[in-house]
């Protein structure tokens, strides 16, 4: 016998042995290529995030399961000791059962124990080699792997596999690795075979692209080296407080995790436990993540963790995954026109050895990983300037196969960033943050960290403050040099104190004279002032300066102050003339910036309080040219220097949209009780006061301040309204509890109280609460409740007279159809109940608590309901519905009233859940009647679970409005009230109570062992759940295997992946009696690997046709599609053909191509539809696909009469030619073929276009339609036709268009473009 490919040692001309990769993963590789499909390589391609041109280029390849193999191994996805890349992708993606296959093959051959990956280091080599192997195999042609076989002595059976091969040149540049006669570093063996053959030009071109592969790794090592060398610096010299410079921080020393919020696919905001999940949240949208939050939120300071991450290669955190990582602070590129200018200015070192055109190739080489971080978006000066490269990539536009991280302020979220972008926010420090911070950076002592956390939470708003990382970390580090830190009642108020720390610093330094000097810099600032405010309310923000510039502006002592204190900062740039040499270009220049951008609106918060109040024209114009949501604290900081200018800013701010929210933040910032102050509040408490659930913490205290300031001036406040904010009342104090911990004590001057509660019920005790504080605010008239249950009564006695007394009204519901009444303690509805109450899952929380409470008052009074049809989530004795409402107590709503019980719900219903329902109508005693619908019930429950009682009172139970299937209490069983027909069909047309009803009825014959003739699947097959082993319909129900069908029809439209057509057999696997299996309208996989086919069907003999004609079979045993007859010399597939007979020529012809008998030629005749750009199938009329065709020789293309082809279709219907490898001739006709400068040529494909509209016939020759008029060619003839015609020009073309148009002017599809044009 022959030595095994994996086994044979390589003894070539060298005595070169194998070195590179062990033989075991050789054989797992092969194996993995067996196994996947197109599908699922498309599939990982997406998952794995491979640029739009490597999937392309796996689509079009002769053998895609190899070439993927190869690039997964380049990418890091499998390797000799680690798979789990790829097994989490098969998961992700819902191929299990391959993750099985491959999990098993990992075992057998790699002895991979899962949970024991040993992570392989990344490589700079793999992407790079990868590519210089898919070029090798390009270059080698047959005769040259046989004798390259020879001459490395590969055994017989190993050159007879590589043969016969699909792609056989892939398969041997494979084994030449895996033997060590191509290495990433070394080439040589091959180099020195292809010389001795003779093959010297061959050779050369190898060693070129190899050499190629060296370069790029070269450049790539030292481009990354000097990125993670500039990265270096910029992670490393953390200033967490400005004037400390003496001790800088790397950043992962002062790195807390702040807390993160994802938004997912229906706009609502998730909890995100770390950072390190952005991207598996991420996985399957755009390639561009937002990552916003409030100022100071840290949004720069993750930024640059996430560079830590990546430099120094942390292994459990995905930025380190990246080949390349660019870092690029928006602030510093107004007016840069290119990334690479970008990248050269800021990020290369003086003395780069890596040159403009190697960054540029770099960044283009769609193989290579790359992570751009745009930070600090709100600071970009060019962000209103349209077409900028920052736009350009965010549109996708350029660089479409990078990742892109931006970060930026909530408010300015780039136009460009569409729906698809992943979108995360920061939402600050809580307590267990900031306590880890003043740990992890300022100091390690237990007794001072409890001072400076105690100190902080005695003044609950500094506290509320500190929420935002920026001013925690600024509190923390000042609080430890400070014994006692100054009590701050506002954001003004902290950072002006801030700031004076600052002073005092560099104060403290020097005496007398210079002291003074500081001082008085210190309090007159005007200059920076203005040049603050001007850079923040220019065109285009300008937030850097150069030095010089600054210094004549501020004078050199000043300018010294502030960049002494880091207020101001400095940064070296370079500053390169365009369009000179790089060595004699480089000049560099010092630019200056604040600290933070909020230092920055500060003092433009100053030079705006000076001015708003007399120079109206200023403000104006500030007020037209700046959002306030853009810079709040402008506005904030402004309204805290001066009470003057706070009316003026607040008056504005109210007319925003939210603008209340705004105003009252602005409001609390003038910390004196003037009366400009109470004159704001009077505005704000006119309207409805709102404290929301996503409010902050500080805006919602912030608020209640506002209102107890009101209430102590006695001004009357209209409502309150606690938007899902109640948490509980403080009964001894009688306050009530916000759920952020916020305290909201009695407000005397309140006249109305609305608490929104969605998807609750209110206790007796919260009640009892509530009344409580509403009695100690006196001017209190109407208490209203929103989307909650509240109890059907409660006693009198614990009701405060003095709501009695005052006559307070208690709403249950805005609808205002239940009130409590407060001197019985009942609820009561000011409306009559009908007939039918109907509770849905569309219903809102409001609308739903109102029905129940009427159904309750309704039980109560002994009122009548004939039906009570819910839908229902879960059940409980009071049964729970959808949106998580339950009417208290343990008897659901309407005990004695409801005569019948409808449950609308889909999906299958549980023993558990059944038996639930059961018991609820226990309580409904005056019930008679049970129907279900749209959900499948068990076929049978033990009776022990039923209670007697429901059958002593006859209660009848029906599964579906037909009547067909009820369940026998009795008997425990489901019960078929019909005989079911010898055919019984589950279509996609029928509704999702009709297919319950169906399967129910199959349930019972296959639990009552009656035989069912045949079971048809009409286009409702959704998937296998291997978990379950039911076939999932698109209706989201599921069927379980029917042991006593005889046979399964599947009716589905298009054409069948490899995992479709094994999870139908999975399910006849189940159905034990099924023998026989036909597909009807769908185009079956040509093959499917026998290993993925359940043995058990072949021993059973189920036969499985594929079409209704039996002209295709597939066989179970060998796994591959039969076809029965021979095809004729022309194949006809016309758009009158069914979609059946369609399916079956289709599947003819890939059975003659996969077993290479020779296809004559076939004729779409009006059956085209449409062809994808990537030309691996042309589309049909019927919505099935003709994949391309090896064996095919000729191909005839008749589209619609008189239509018009897209150039992209044209494109297509090219390239399944050049895929067609064998096609002598491709004609199209009846038709008007684009106009294209230069169509791609097909080396040996003739291509003819018969426009029928007069009497010539154009060839495509050199790119360019040659016009044959005058010509009276036969296609045969056609074929022998050397000589040159007449080349078409574009104004010949323009009149062959109008030419055909009024030719075609009659037909359908011209008739339809003329109406789409009017």
Not at 467 to 482: D, G, N, R
Request: net charge negative; aromatic share 8%.
């Amino acid at each position: 016998m022959a030595d095994s490919p994996s086994t044979h040692e390589a003894t070539g001309s060298e005595g070169q042995q194998r070195k590179s990769t062990p033989p075991a993963f050789w054989r797992f590789k092969i194996a993995l290529s067996t196994i996947l499909t197109i599908k699922v390589i498309l599939e990982l391609a997406v998952t794995f995030g491979y640029p739009n041109a490597l999937v392309d280029e796996l689509q079009g390849a002769s053998d895609s399961a190899l070439l993927m193999v190869m690039v997964m191994e380049g990418r890091g996805q499998i390797h000799p000791t680690d798979i789990s890349p790829l097994l989490g992708a098969l998961e992700d993606t819902g191929h299990h059962g391959i993750a099985t296959d491959v999990r098993a093959w990992s075992l057998e051959y790699l002895d991979i124990i899962p949970g024991n990956e040993q992570k392989p280091k990344k490589s700079l080599e793999l992407s790079s080699f990868g590519r210089f192997k898919i070029a090798l195999s390009t270059a080698l042609r047959e005769q040259t792997i046989q004798n390259l076989g020879a001459i490395f002595d590969y055994p017989r059976a190993l050159m007879d596999e590589i043969r016969n091969a699909k792609n056989s040149a892939l398969l041997m540049t494979m084994h030449m690795e895996e033997r060590g006669q191509i290495q990433p570093a070394d080439i040589s063996p091959l180099l020195t075979a292809l010389k001795d053959l003779r093959l010297h030009g061959v050779a050369s071109d190898v060693e070129g692209q190899f050499n190629e592969h060296l370069r790029i790794t070269g450049k790539m090592a030292a481009f990354i080296e000097e990125l993670k060398e500039t990265c270096h610096t910029l992670y490393d010299k953390i200033q967490p407080i400005p004037y400390i410079k003496e001790k800088l921080y790397s950043v992962d020393k002062v790195f807390i995790e702040v807390g993160i919020e994802y938004c997912d696919s229906r706009g609502s905001w998730k909890t995100l436990s770390s950072y390190r999940g952005i991207f598996s949240v991420a996985k399957g949208t755009s390639r561009i993540q937002v990552i916003e939050g409030d100022p100071g939120y840290g949004k720069s300071t993750l930024a640059l963790q996430l560079v830590y991450d990546w430099c120094n290669e942390v292994s459990d955190s995905p930025f380190c995954k990246p080949d390349i990582l660019i870092f690029l602070n928006l602030r510093q590129l107004g007016g840069i026109t290119s990334i690479i200018d970008a990248i050269e200015q800021f990020l290369l070192p003086r003395d780069s050895s890596v040159k403009r055109l190697d960054v540029e190739h770099l960044l283009n080489d769609r193989d290579i990983r790359i992570l751009v971080i745009f930070d600090a978006y709100d600071e970009y000066p060019d962000q209103h300037i349209g077409d900028t490269f920052v736009t350009q990539i965010l549109e996708e536009k350029m660089l479409r196969h990078v990742d892109v991280l931006l970060t930026t302020r909530s408010s300015c979220i780039p136009p460009a960033c569409g729906s698809r972008t992943g979108r995360f926010r920061l939402t600050g420090f809580d307590e267990g943050a900031r306590e880890q911070y003043v740990r992890k950076a300022v100091t390690g002592d237990d007794e001072e960290v409890q001072r400076i956390l105690e100190q902080l939470n005695t003044n609950p708003i500094l506290r509320d403050i500190c929420q935002a990382p920026l001013f925690s970390v600024m509190y923390a580090h000042v609080a430890h040099e400070e014994e006692e830190f100054h009590n701050v009642r506002s954001v003004t108020g902290f950072f002006e104190y801030m700031i004076d720390c600052f002073h005092s610093h560099a104060q403290n330094k020097v005496s007398g004279g210079k002291r003074k000097q500081l001082q008085m810099f210190a309090d007159n600032h005007h200059a920076l002032d203005k040049l603050a405010f001007d850079s923040l309310t220019g065109a285009n923000q300008q937030l850097l300066w150069d030095k010089k510039v600054v210094i004549k502006k501020f004078g050199a002592e000043f300018y010294g102050l502030y960049t002494d204190i880091g207020i101001l900062v400095e940064e070296e740039v370079i500053n390169r003339s365009r369009g000179a040499k790089r060595a004699q270009s480089i000049q560099y220049r010092t630019e200056v910036h604040f600290y933070h951008k909020l230092f920055c609106e500060w003092f433009a918060a100053c030079h705006l309080a000076k001015r708003v109040t007399s120079f109206q024209a200023l403000f104006r114009n500030f007020c037209k040219r700046v959002n306030p949501y853009d810079l709040q604290f402008v506005y904030r900081f402004a309204c805290g220097i001066n009470p003057a200018a706070a009316k003026r800013i607040i008056n504005l701010v109210q007319k925003k949209p939210d603008g209340d929210k705004f105003a009252v933040l602005c409001a609390l910032e003038q910390e004196e009780n003037t009366e400009d102050v109470l004159s704001t509040v009077r505005d704000l408490v006119l309207r409805d006061v709102y404290i929301r659930e996503n409010d902050t913490r500080l805006l919602q205290r912030t608020t209640v301040q506002l209102l107890e300031l009101a209430s102590q001036k006695e001004v009357p406040i209209k409502c309150i309204d606690l938007d899902r904010t109640f948490e509980t009342v403080d009964k001894e104090l009688k306050n009530i509890v916000l759920k952020s911990g916020v305290v909201l004590r009695p407000i005397v001057s309140l006249q109305s109280l609305n608490i929104r509660m969605e998807t609750a019920t209110v206790s007796g005790q919260d009640l009892i609460g509530i009344f409580g504080f509403v009695g100690q605010c006196s001017n209190l008239m109407r208490l209203s409740f929103d989307g909650c249950v509240l109890p059907l009564s409660i006693p009198t006695e614990l009701i405060d007279d003095s709501l009695i007394t005052r006559d307070v009204k208690v709403s249950c519901c805005p609808d205002n159809n239940v009130l409590l009444n407060l001197r019985s303690g009942k609820l009561e509805s000011k409306t009559n109940l009908p007939g039918e109450v109907r509770i849905q899952n569309s219903d809102t929380a409001a609308s739903l608590a109102s029905k129940i409470m009427q159904l309750m008052v309704a039980s109560a009074d002994h009122a009548t309901v004939t039906e009570y049809i819910v839908t229902f989530d879960d059940t409980t004795s009071s049964m729970i519905l959808k949106l998580g409402i339950s009417p208290p107590g343990a008897s659901p709503p309407g005990a004695s009233s409801v005569k019948k019980l409808e449950v609308t719900e889909s999906g299958h219903i549980s023993e558990d859940r059944f038996v639930q329902v059961l018991a609820c109508v226990k309580a409904l005693e005056d019930i008679n009647e049970v129907v279900f619908h749209g959900c499948i019930l068990p076929v049978s429950i033990s009776t022990e679970r039923i209670d007697h009682s429901l059958i002593t009172r006859n209660v009848k139970v029906s599964c579906c409005a037909d009547n067909k299937v009820e369940f026998n209490l009795r008997s425990g069983k489901l019960k078929n009230n019909t005989e079911l027909p010898d055919d019984v069909c589950i279509r996609s047309s029928d509704t999702e109570a009709e297919q319950a009803s169906t399967i129910m009825q199959l349930m019972v014959a296959s639990a009552d062992k009656i035989p069912v003739t045949c079971l048809t699947l009409g286009g409702c097959i959704e998937e296998f759940d291997v978990t379950t082993s039911n076939m999932v319909l698109t209706s989201g129900l599921s069927l379980p295997g029917v042991s006593s069908v005889m046979k399964l029809k599947v009716t589905e439209s298009g054409n069948m992946s490899e995992d479709q057509c094994l999870q139908v057999l999975a399910f006849v696997k189940e159905c034990r009696d099924m023998n026989k299996v036909s597909f009807d309208g769908c185009v079956l996989p040509v093959s499917i690997p026998t290993e993925r086919i359940d043995h058990s069907l072949i021993t059973r003999n189920v036969k499985v046709s594929c079409c209704p004609d039996n002209n295709v079979l597939f066989n179970l045993r060998s796994g591959k599609l039969e076809s029965t007859p021979e095809l004729p010399d022309n194949v006809w597939i016309r758009s009158s053909d069914t979609v059946a007979e369609q399916a079956s020529t289709i599947m003819q012809l890939m059975v003659a191509s996969a077993d290479k008998n020779p296809i004559t030629e076939v004729s779409l005749v009006r059956s085209f539809s449409s062809a994808g750009s990537d030309g691996l199938s042309l589309v049909l009329n019927s919505g099935l696909c003709l994949p391309w065709l090896s064996s095919l020789q000729k191909l005839w293309i008749g589209p619609e009469w008189g239509r018009e082809v897209t150039v992209d279709e044209w494109t297509g219907i090219l390239n399944y030619a050049k895929h067609s490898q064998l096609l002598k001739r491709l004609w199209i006709a009846d038709c008007l073929l684009p106009w294209l400068d230069n169509n791609p040529n097909l080396a040996n494909t003739r291509v003819v276009w018969d426009p029928e509209c007069y009497d010539g016939i154009y060839t495509l020759q050199s790119g360019r339609w040659q016009d044959r008029a005058g010509q009276v060619l036969t296609r045969e003839a056609y074929d022998h036709l050397h000589e040159d015609g007449h080349v078409l020009t574009r104004g010949a073309y323009a009149d062959l268009v109008t030419k055909f148009r009024e030719w075609y002017r009659d037909f359908d599809w011209q008739t339809q473009r003329r109406a789409k044009r009017e």
